[in-house]
Nanobody, 118 residues
Framework: VQLVESGGGLVQAGGSLRLSCAASGRTFSNDKMAWFRQAPGKEREFVASIRWTGGSTYYADSVKGRFTISRDNAVNTVYLQMNSLKPEDTAVYYC????????????WGQGTQVTVSS
């Protein structure tokens, strides 16, 4: 399985970015995809998740109403639309895959840097 993130960059506070995660290497069916982030000196934290089949989503309280996770099954890609960005959203963002029936995330991308300036 390979997960490749893209779309990070530098944006001013209040701006928007869209991250992409292209997945390959298995049939994803009921697997769950998620975005996590890690800021300097902080632990990695959950941002949002989505199930490939059905598309049910879940968000961290800190991003609810500002971020939207979605997927395009035809191209095996998951997106994270980030609006109203704040300086505290600055972090390396990782996508991850949890195989159906597993309790931990099994596969991780290399990460993409998001920097929000004030």
């Amino acid at each position: 399985v390979q997960l490749v993130e893209s779309g990070g960059g530098l944006v001013q506070a209040g701006g928007s970015l869209r991250l992409s995660c292209a997945a390959s290497g298995r049939t994803f069916s009921n697997d769950k995809m998620a975005w996590f982030r890690q800021a300097p000196g902080k632990e990695r934290e959950f941002v949002a998740s989505i199930r490939w089949t059905g598309g049910s989503t879940y968000y961290a309280d800190s991003v609810k109403g500002r971020f939207t996770i979605s997927r395009d099954n035809a191209v095996n890609t998951v997106y994270l639309q980030m609006n109203s960005l704040k300086p505290e959203d600055t972090a390396v963002y990782y996508c991850a895959l949890r195989v159906f029936g597993h309790y931990e995330y099994d596969y991780w991308g290399q990460g993409t840097q998001v920097t929000v300036s004030s």
